[in-house]
């Protein structure tokens, strides 16, 4: 670990820098999809989202 000038600020720092890190993480790789998911789901069974189409214009 650090023990150098400033290294008194810096070590309380470094345990919410890496938590927020691990939790951003977690947050965007496992709880946004599963959102995102969920969310089409419930607006299919309402019939407020069509389902896709291929209409393609030349």
Same mark, same amino acid.
């Given at each position: 670990?650090?023990?150098g000038i400033g290294s008194d600020v810096m *070590?309380?720092?470094a345990a919410p820098i890496v938590g927020g890190m #691990?939790?951003?993480t977690i947050h965007v @790789? #496992? @709880?946004v999809p599963v959102f995102f998911v969920l969310m *089409?789901?419930?607006a299919l069974r309402r019939g407020t989202l069509q389902p896709e189409t291929?209409?393609?214009e030349t």
């Open positions: 670990w650090a023990s *070590k309380p720092i #691990i939790t951003s @790789l #496992i @709880l *089409k789901e419930r291929d209409n393609e």
